[in-house]
């Protein structure tokens, strides 16, 4: 009877360790199914917002179609620009485009300029532009030989010969009868 027992006991504690073996696979299949379906839920929800997005900006690429037209000018430059353009020579505006009276005087000389094809082309600087406003101060250097130098009072205009400052001209009435 003793030798039942003795067996009986070693088949308990080998029922107890299968039991929790069992146990253990069973709560690392039920988290690894938890995980599968966490992880289908999340692609499924991307999914939809993937259709959604494309199908909101589908409708739009269509209704703008013709409205995609870019336009590309070069008549404003950038100040960093000035010595290194294309042409042999060519005249850079520099004035501030926000104040008005300055404005409204410079750009019916511009146009004017413009319209009658003169020979050196008119480039135009806006120094109310962030990216131009370091180069205003209070006094010209007519004398810069390259961007970094420039130091622009008011509106000027300055004639380029290849890539070297020709003429420098300030004021509004001058630069109107050097346009004309």
Do not use: H, W
């Not at 009986?8 to 690392?28: F, G, L, P, S």
């Not at 959604?52 to 008549?75: A, M, P, R, S």
Request: aromatic content about 10%; glycine content about 4%; hydrophobic content about 35%.
């Amino acid at each position: 009877m003793f030798l039942v027992i003795i067996v009986k006991k070693k088949d308990n504690k080998e029922n107890i360790k299968n039991v929790k073996k069992q146990i253990e696979k069973n709560e690392v299949l039920g988290d690894a199914k938890k995980i599968i379906i966490i992880t289908i839920s999340v692609l499924v929800f991307i999914g939809i917002f993937y259709l959604l997005t494309v199908f909101i900006l589908g409708k739009d690429d269509v209704n703008n179609d013709n409205n995609n037209e870019v336009e590309i000018q070069f008549d404003e430059i950038l100040i960093g620009t000035s010595f290194s353009l294309k042409d042999d020579e060519y005249y850079v505006l520099y004035y501030e485009t926000d104040d008005d009276d300055v404005s409204f005087d410079l750009n019916s000389v511009i146009s004017s300029y413009r319209s009658a094809d003169k020979d050196l082309y008119l480039y135009t600087v806006d120094m109310s532009n962030a990216l131009n406003s370091q180069f205003s101060s209070e006094k010209s250097n007519t004398t810069a030989s390259k961007a970094s130098e420039l130091q622009i009072s008011g509106p000027t205009l300055i004639k380029f010969s290849d890539g070297k400052i020709d003429k420098y001209i300030d004021g509004i009435d001058d630069i109107t009868d050097t346009l004309k």
